[in-house]
């Protein structure tokens, strides 16, 4: 019975959510949810096309700048740096995840918007700047389960290629990369999976427009952040609306879980 | 090539220390004792943030009283009464999908289901069940991981002396399990205080000491985004900021060395 509470408690979860959020998505037509463009909650026109693409971007440029650095410092970590600094390093990377997300928020109003708004121009409160942040709040994810799989890779791998000449980079980048590949890749939807869901440091630092942004540098509002702005005042077809976004919300998330899994699932023997 | 990924990791490592220098270099000028037992005054503007440090230990208390249970026993049942079969797959991955769904989820049902529904509204007991769904994840996995670390043979002499699967459980497997649970237990703990859109919607943000399992209250991290984001008072708020930072990464401190040890024990 007791073990069962994790299902059920998922199970009650999907229910309650879709149950709120589905039947207005019919009413309106599913197409008219995802595709049209005018979030008009108190005027019943619910077009969510707006902070799907908004989720999106956000997600994008997140994955842009934390894949890059989180990979780079997994890599070094793991096939460049003394032990010492590894047996550090980790553990410090792994207890920065616990910073909590309104904490990273915080620091994209204090020092990154100011510094976009005076260098770049615009509101601040952007794509850029969210993008930025998350970006910055799923290196640890990444980071660390990077450096687990690629630790997982055999040692007799590393040392064939380097015994038939190959130089640690080629090593690296030819033996170690693929061998790894579905743990990294794990690890990479992970993040993305923390960026879609990421909604207070998100809320502080996008602007919040409910429009498709033509730059970097626009406001954007994304699906969580659609939620949580209006949860608290939405009452009646406004917070069956809000469902709605969840359910979309849900949906995407538990592509990227299932997707995870597998790839997860893959990499081991 | 090689300079160019020790410079990227270079950068990663400096964003990272950099956060927690700021926000402590900052913060904790404003911290004193005076800020830690006050309580907020003018909406936040002044005083200090005591209410919002017992609003925190309740709904954490509350959350682990009911997910350690639930979690604990799911594991045990996981490991020490079936075999692999489509049963334990179906737990696992509901467990994995629960895993993932992000807060404001698990907000919108705690608002919807809690709030609203079974009438509990703006409270610990609303805050403190979604909070609990949240970490239930966390806490089977990692004692499901500690219970198959516990070797094998222990199992084997405690039936061999007569005792029958229930005595071997809570006798022998969970006392030498317990470091591991208590890794999870703790890590939970410290996701529990940084949360704050599943709290916000569930729990409130009454400034009020919280008197009863019905009386609305604030977190610490509820209290810093308001602080944050409504401009009330930045010195509060950096000051809230650095006492969040420093007791969720003691907490994670001390989880880390648990683990460390509870490994070495096994291996």
Redesign the interface.
Known sequence: MIALSAVSILLVITVYIFSEGTPIMFKYGLKKFLFSLDWFPLEKSFGLLPMIIGSLFVTGGALVIGIPLGLACAVVLTEFSSKRLRSFLKPVVELLAGIPSVVYGFMGVVILIPFIRDRLGGPGFSVLAASVILGIMILPTIISISIDSLEAVPRSYREGSIALGATRWQTTRMVMFPAAKSGIIASVILGMGRAIGETMAVIMIAGNAAMIPHSLLDPVRTLTSNIALELGYAAGEHRQALFATGVILFVIIMILNTIANLASRKSKP | ??A???L??A???F??FF??F??LKKGLPVVSLEFLTRNPAEMGKAGGIFSTIVGTMALTLLAILIAT??GV??AI??TEYTQESWVTR??R??????A??????????G???FVTKLGFGWSLLSGGLTLA?MI??TI?RTSEEAIRSVPYAYREVSFSLGSTRWQTVTRVVLPSALPGIATGVI?SI??S?????AV??TSGSSLHIPTSLFSSSRTM?VH??IL??EGIS?DN?YGT?AV??IA??S???LA?SLMNRFIRRYS
């Open positions: 090539m090689r160019l990924l020790w990227l990791t950068v990663t490592v964003i990272l956060i927690i700021y926000v249970p639930l026993g799911s049942f996981l179906v737990i991955f509901g467990s994995e999908c629960l993932g769904i992000p807060s404001i989820i698990f907000g919108l049902f608002f919807i289901l769904f239930l994840p089977i890590l410290g996701r205080i940084g949360e704050t859109a916000i919607f991290s810093f985004y944050a984001r930045m708020a900021a969040l930072i969720i990464l907490i994670n401190v880390y």
